[in-house]
């Protein structure tokens, strides 16, 4: 079987989707040698993706780069199509809600979440407005639909009335490369990027769905009531509306407190992870969530915002609480700084459940889908 994958979200830096679909197209192609993958994209390739792959020389895994200098809105309705006749791909998987609109044949979608029409103003109106025009279509194109957890599912049916039978929920994993690093690697790191010893960590793009003001408020109530505090350490690219972050921080008067690190790479992030003294992530609204599960791999506490994917996938090895209840959020904390024995349960019981999770299975489980499509 020859698959294309989209390779649109590895043309830049990795983020969510960038990391799934790199991660399950390896794991496919190591899964499966005799099978052939491509990652199709219409520009250059991050250059991280491309060193990774000649590093590791995977042989039936190729990079396809059409080096376009402007699609201009015509990748999905031309020039993807186009390609995928002539290269005579077998089936072509969707990673980032997308599909070419005149191969109709073999697809494969994947929903991460649906997060832009359920919450579209969490979202800049360009984006909202685009998800909520090209999803439905999407869905409907595609034969078989794959989504990172039941509760993504169950939203997709009861939202775009697609029938149970037609989706997959398939969860995702931490990558391999998270796993607990030695105190002395990771306080070099941080001694780079200028990170105290003790410091709590959220990991994300920095956006309103992550819900950082409610963090900002509990923290400020900590530092206020236990001076000096830990450090609070923002690891992530500046996203929409970055305004409400920074006004939460001025306004709570936390700017010598709050560390904005920026992107930072895989061995930073692990650093980090590895060694913070709890993982923050009260986001309003996840698919799936990696970033929790790349910090239990790594060792950390983690507290989450109580929503359905977070349920679903860490719910008894993370504290979960309101993400909307401040005062929860920072008694939460708290009783992390504070209770060292509880702290210590959680972590081994985090890095249980991250075991359980990984890409060869998820990998597996998509290519049952591929081979359900392509009957």
Known sequence: MRVGLDGYPLCEPLTGVGHYTFELARALARNHPADEFELIAPFEFHPSVTAQLEEEQIGNLRLVCRHLKNVRGRWWSFYL??????????????TNYELPLRHRRRTVLTVHDLSSLLYPELHRRQLARRMRLRLPLAVKLAKAIITPTEAVKGELCAHLKVKPAKVTAIHEAARESFSPLSPSESAELRNRLRIDDEFLLFVGTLEPRKNLVTLLTAYAQIIRENPPGPQLVLAGGEGWSMNLTQSAIAHHGLADRVCLTGFINDLELRALYSSCRA??????????????????????????????????TIAGAAILVDPLDAAALGRSIVTLLEDGKYRDELVQEGQRRASQFSWTKAAELTYETYQRVCV
């Open 279 to 312: 993982f923050i992530y009260p986001s309003l609204y996840e698919g799936f969530g990696l970033p929790p599960l790349e910090a239990m791999a790594c060792g950390a506490p983690v507290i989450a915002g109580r929503v359905a994917a977070m349920q679903e």
């Open 81 to 94: 199509p186009r390609y995928l006749k002539q290269a005579s791909i077998d089936l072509f998987h969707g």
